[in-house]
């Protein structure tokens, strides 16, 4: 995990700007040539024309689809201040970590001995590059990963203020992750998965969409089993109303869907979330399962034939960020080693136990992916709540 610990950045007197340079992004079509990455440059110049950028090759060669996990979406680089409680204006200085939930769900899996793979894009820029090598040394397979020379890596700036609220601000007009193009998929790796792992951010702008909606439809129609976390982040989007329709739109594809207390109030426009029949108005008929976080206090579940509620486990929280993806981590690498956990109650309160040990201790360091638990971890961690 030292490899994923970064220095402190201040920033003091110099401009971040969203929009890294005035040209117009016009996406190319970027070929997969696995087993290879772009030469690193110490200052990369950036064309306004997407060029050919090879796929990374790494991590994971093991991506035979007996229990392997294809995460889709977004890597970025999150940006967490070094002092808690405080506005994102008032943060003296920031830690730079990686993360973006579906990369952060790729390594928590990976790093719970699971077997894994990223689908994205990022900027073929130092932080691209330094992205691209995270997955590596974490062993998630990053073959579909591409790089864009067109256009940035995406920046998070994410605090938690002290009346307990997260507060967000992007960078990503465009950023790479918005790019990725359905030629550019690499579906054979997303056909052999188990599960296909995907939030909503990548259903924003095109082309991003159309390549989102390609990969889902692929891998339905190869058997694979489609997991969805909404993940919402409203400042992205356009309107509220553009967010709920969009995170909707998709809603009935999936087989096992994990939604927080804030998205059900969202999704049902303001209904109590802690109402077990508000819930089940989101449960379509082809749903496998639907899981509730509820942070500390653990989660709640609902199948066809049964539902409950898992307690969590307490710890001194410092920074919350990456916490839901460490919980679908935990969830997905238990499932992809046997999804009988579906019909079996018992051994599905296993696997959220375990899954709730993973988000609790990733609150405890900075960071999303640097936080991120090993099994060994986890295994103690869920023996201390059994003792």
Known sequence: ?????????????????????????????????????PPRASSPRLS???????????????????????CF???????????????LADAPAFKKAPGGAPANVAVGIARLGGTSAFVGKVGEDEFGYML?????????????LRFDPGAR????????????????????????????????LDLELIKKAKIFHYGSISLITEPCKSAHIAAAKA???????????PNLRLP???????????ILSIWNLADIIKISEEEISFLTQGEDPYDDAVVRKLYHPNLKLLLVTEGPDGCRYYTKEFSGRVKGLKVDAIDTTGAGDAFVAGVLSQLARDLSLLQNEEKLRDALKFANACGALTVMERGAIPALPTSEAVANAVLKIVA
């Open 132 to 144: 691209a090598e995270i997955l590596k040394e974490n062993n998630v397979n990053n073959q579909g």
């Open 236 to 246: 992205l989007w356009s309107s509220a109303e553009s967010a709920r329709e969009g």
């Open 73 to 87: 979406g977004e890597m970025l680089i999150d940006f967490v201040p070094t002092i808690n409680g405080l506005s």
């Open 1 to 37: 995990m030292a490899l994923l610990q970064s220095p402190s950045l201040c920033f003091g007197g110099a401009a971040l700007n969203s929009r890294h340079s005035s040209a117009s992004f016009r996406p190319g079509n970027l070929k997969p040539s696995p087993l290879s990455s």
């Open 48 to 70: 306004s024309r997407c060029k050919a950028a090879p796929a990374v090759g790494g991590g994971s060669s093991e991506a035979d689809g007996s229990s392997l996990v294809v």
């Open 153 to 184: 890596t995406a920046l998070a700036f994410v605090t938690l203020r002290s009346d307990g609220e997260r507060e967000f601000m992007f960078y990503r007009n465009p950023s790479a992750d918005m790019l990725l193009q359905e030629d550019e």
């Open 219 to 229: 891998a339905k129609e190869a058997g694979v089993v489609l997991s969805y976390d």
